[in-house]
């Protein structure tokens, strides 16, 4: 016998004379919930209940998933991009009944997103987000291949150059918003939760419901934060109310800004709009050839993460402080974010070869001396 949380709810699920009972016991306690569940099992064994009729339509795709957002919502765990995962495996999975779907639709989705030219890991999220709605549902999924990511981590980073032309191309309330990402390697929901009673004499506080990996951690205000933080105490009245949001779009919370970020990474030279048909690159938003939409290619705002990261530690930062920083629990994780590129590689070999240089000075120096 067991009790699970779907939703805000409890629900219980045992097998009785070989059949599978699973109801909602309709309270937010767990024990409440096994006190029920109890109750049920010793009617049905005293004979005072029936077994339920197992002949209902079983639920669709759709449900399970509509259950996942419910229960991502009451351990405020959805952000922007899982909502988008979750459109696009309703879109693709929700009118299939939940017990009917297969093997074989699975990989038929997994074929046409490919045609499509998506990757790997963008194919793998939908997937995996459909096994975990079984999961959840207590239900058991169809096989589903998981993808193959090993050459799919991303290396892009900005030159300051570079962030600096794009930060300068973002709209008023997103500029700042960058800037902090770009300076502390903070990911964007971090910087998005930030609010004033956070910011204490010269400290900026990640609280730890507010972290990914459900640790706190804070960061001095110093260097280019210091302007950044005046201008936002400065922004703080919006439409005449002073609002709590540090980072913030007229009040409102800093959200999705993906066409600004496009827009501004295009005008900087980090990014280009590709029609998805024919490849070819257009500044517009429909490729004159095709009349299809075009989609932006090029730097993402995560990659800030991974300049914060480089940066801190090629300007001689601690790991274990960087880390701190930048909220790495592990290593290995943090150096995948320290990128190398050429330059590094060229100045790399040059110290070696001053140091060669050095060497052969000194043996010199000895055989005169001699």
Excluded at 293 to 310: N, P, Q
């Amino acid at each position: 016998m067991s009790v699970y949380k779907r939703g805000g709810r409890y629900w219980y699920c045992f097998v009785f004379d070989g059949r599978r009972v699973q109801r909602s016991a309709k309270v937010k306690n767990a024990k409440d919930a096994r006190d029920i569940e109890r109750a049920e099992w010793n009617r049905l064994a005293r004979g005072e209940a029936g077994l339920p009729d197992n002949s209902q339509p079983s639920r669709t795709v759709g449900e399970l998933l509509d259950t996942l957002k419910s229960t991502y919502g009451d351990e405020n765990k959805i952000s922007q991009q899982t909502k988008s995962v979750l459109k696009h495996a309703r879109r693709a999975f929700g009118s299939k009944v939940a017990n009917q779907l297969t093997s074989k639709d699975a990989e038929d989705y997994i074929a046409a997103r490919r045609k499509e030219g998506k990757k790997n890991a963008t194919i793998n999220r939908v997937t995996e987000i459909v096994r975990r709605a079984y999961r959840i549902a207590k239900l058991t999924a169809p096989e589903i291949r998981h993808l193959s990511e090993k050459d799919n981590a991303r290396k892009g980073f900005f030159s300051d150059d570079e962030f600096r032309r794009v930060c300068s191309g973002l709209p008023e309330g997103v500029s700042d918003f960058a800037l902090f990402a770009y300076l502390t390697g903070w990911r964007k929901n971090e910087v998005a939760s930030l609010v004033w009673s956070d910011v204490e004499e010269n400290v900026i506080r990640l609280r730890a419901e507010n972290s990914k990996n459900r640790e706190a951690r804070s960061v001095v205000i110093a260097g280019d934060l210091v302007g950044m933080m005046d201008r936002r105490k400065q922004s703080r009245l919006a439409n005449g109310v002073l609002t709590n949001l540090v980072f913030h779009r007229d009040g409102a919370p800093v959200a999705e800004f993906r066409k600004a970020w496009a827009s501004a990474c295009v005008a900087a030279g980090a990014g280009k709009m590709v029609c998805p048909k024919c490849q070819g690159e257009s500044t517009a938003r429909k490729c004159p050839r095709c009349k299809t939409r075009t989609e932006y290619s090029g730097k993402i705002f995560h990659d800030l993460r991974r300049t914060a990261v480089r940066n801190m530690v090629r300007s001689g930062v601690p790991q274990s402080v960087a880390m701190k920083i930048s909220g790495h629990k592990t290593a290995s994780m943090f150096r995948r974010y320290d990128i190398a590129n050429e330059g590094d590689l060229r100045a790399a070999l040059e110290s070696v070869q001053r140091y060669h240089e050095t060497e052969t000075e000194k043996v010199v120096t000895i055989g005169n001396a001699k």
